[in-house]
């Protein structure tokens, strides 16, 4: 599977910003899906992960709350939709896709996208 993240930009804090991760091949409602995001001079981190069903998601404690991640599979989409951001959730944000779930390190995910950029000021 081939992934495809978009959607960053700049924000305010306080804002909202909805990624988008679009997935080519006709597997992609086989895998489950994850967010990922790396803050400059950081370490890359989990941010969320959604099962193939959709009907269960997990999220770092750093988002939870602020954060839904979401897919639809008729479009081969899945979806990070970010509330109240926070000038700390500046980063280059990632999907992923993993055989397992829930998943929360990076070497779990074998199909990464490019990264989108998230930029949120204070």
């Known amino acids: 599977v081939q992934l495809q993240a978009s959607g960053g930009g700049l924000v305010q804090a306080g804002g909202s910003l909805r990624l988008s991760c679009a997935a080519s091949?006709?597997?992609?409602?086989?895998?489950?899906m994850g967010w990922f995001r790396q803050a400059p001079g950081k370490e890359r981190e989990f941010v969320a992960t959604?099962?193939?069903?959709?009907?269960?998601?997990y999220y770092a404690d750093s988002v939870k709350g602020r954060f839904t991640i979401s897919r639809d599979n008729a479009k081969n989409v899945v979806y990070l939709q970010m509330n109240s951001l926070k000038p700390e959730d500046t980063a280059v944000y990632y999907c992923?896709?993993?055989?397992?779930?829930?998943?929360?390190?990076?070497?779990?995910?074998?199909?990464w996208g490019q990264g989108t950029l998230v930029t949120v000021s204070s």
């Open positions: 992923a896709s993993s055989p397992s779930y829930p998943q929360l390190l990076l070497h779990g995910y074998d199909y």
């Open positions: 959604i099962t193939w069903s959709g009907g269960s998601t």
């Open positions: 091949g006709r597997t992609f409602s086989r895998y489950h």
